[in-house]
């Protein structure tokens, strides 16, 4: 039987989404505001859902989408089974898993170490003040036919397009405060090639896969080593090759871009033949004090409980203080079987109630 899926998200008409909410559905994807307004308008219905799946939690939490999930949340059965998947894993994402999840399970990939190959990278030393001018030089070359252009914050990525505009450089931004309508238009464009450059921040880059960026321009450093990988993989795809660009201020920037080094485990070289270089020491995977990594990046998962991040040696020596109290609980109840024991604080889970046949005009 082939499963029924639906897709609802703001900054769009509601009717056709319900529309296709009415005809039953057995997948429904959502994004938290639209999901809510249609459960207050009574045209959606969450206490049949079986799977809750909370994707790029750090992104939402990064939102500000966090009530919003709890008001969700509410809304369902008390049984089911929920995933949570997030890029990272900052303190935020572990508080609220502890808060909603019963008994997680933990199952974490190697940090993605290495970016592709085929990617050039390159750093260059500039005051803040005079990063938007070096950007335009930088756009005006050649050699630049389609750009990528990250930066930390919204308000950030609209003041470099207007500059940009200002400069006669086509270019579009992306980020939280557009509309769906207006991030299509701006994605489209630059698919098209009617615009050369794209201005994102980290957030509403998730997800974008564009053919033939030839450059990737990091004009502000992420403060998160893996995120400088993401943004730079948007490049040398497929095979072809990309060049990945660095501006790093006199700054915090210097001390991030310290922190990728480490984690890329490679030198990255410095460009200076541009008039606003700044003369500052280079950056160097010695003055990381990094060694290269026998390592690959993505490795394979590791399983483990929530809540057991001191190591295998911790997880060890738990399961032998178990074994043991086995060994000496004397026989319980018929047969002389031992009672089951329910170690590192796992709470029981009540059978499911029956809840009947499932109706068939709403949505779950």
């Known amino acids: 039987m082939k499963a029924r899926t639906a897709l609802i998200f703001g900054g769009v008409s509601q009717h056709k989404q319900v529309a296709q909410l009415r005809k039953g559905v057995d997948i429904l994807v959502a994004t938290p505001g639209r999901l809510l307004d249609l459960c207050n308008q009574g045209l959606l219905s969450l206490e049949w859902i079986e799977f809750l799946v909370l994707d790029e939690a750090d992104t939402m939490l990064d939102m500000g989408f966090i009530h919003d999930i709890r008001r969700v949340i509410a809304m369902l059965p008390e049984q089911r089974q929920s995933l949570f998947f997030s890029a990272t894993m900052p303190e935020s994402i572990v508080k609220l898993s502890k808060t909603i999840l019963t008994d997680p399970i933990r199952v974490e990939v190697a940090r993605v170490s290495s970016a592709a190959e085929t990617v050039d990278q390159r750093m260059l030393f500039v005051s803040q003040g005079a990063k938007r001018d070096l950007l335009v030089e930088m756009l005006n070359r050649p050699e630049v036919e389609t750009s990528l252009v990250f930066t930390r914050t919204k308000y950030g990525a609209d003041k470099v397009v207007r500059y940009l505009k200002k400069n006669g450089i086509r270019g579009e931004a992306i980020h939280g405060n557009k509309s769906q309508p207006q991030r299509d238009r701006a994605m489209n464009a630059f698919r098209s090639g009617k615009i050369k450059v794209l201005v994102a921040t980290d957030i509403a880059a998730r997800g974008i896969d564009v053919k033939g960026v030839s450059h990737v321009i990091n004009f502000e450093i992420p403060n998160i080593s893996e995120t400088y990988v993401h943004r730079i993989g948007r490049t040398g795809r497929a095979g072809h ?79 032998n203080r178990n074994r043991n109290n086995n060994r000496n609980r004397p026989p319980q109840g018929a047969g002389g079987q031992d009672r089951p024991t329910h170690g590192g604080g796992s709470r029981r889970k009540k059978k499911p109630k029956f809840r009947g046949p499932k109706p068939q005009g709403d949505a779950s």
């Open 241 to 319: 090759d990309g060049v990945a660009y660095s501006m790093v201020n006199e700054g915090d920037e210097r001390k991030h871009m310290l922190n990728i080094v480490k984690l890329i485990q490679r030198d990255i070289p410095l460009e200076e033949g541009h008039q606003w270089h700044l003369d500052l020491p280079a950056i160097t995977l010695a003055d990381a004090g990094g060694q290269r990594s026998t390592k690959s990046g993505g490795g394979q998962p590791q399983q483990h409980r929530e809540g057991s991040g001191s190591g295998n040696r911790n997880r060890n020596r738990n399961r």
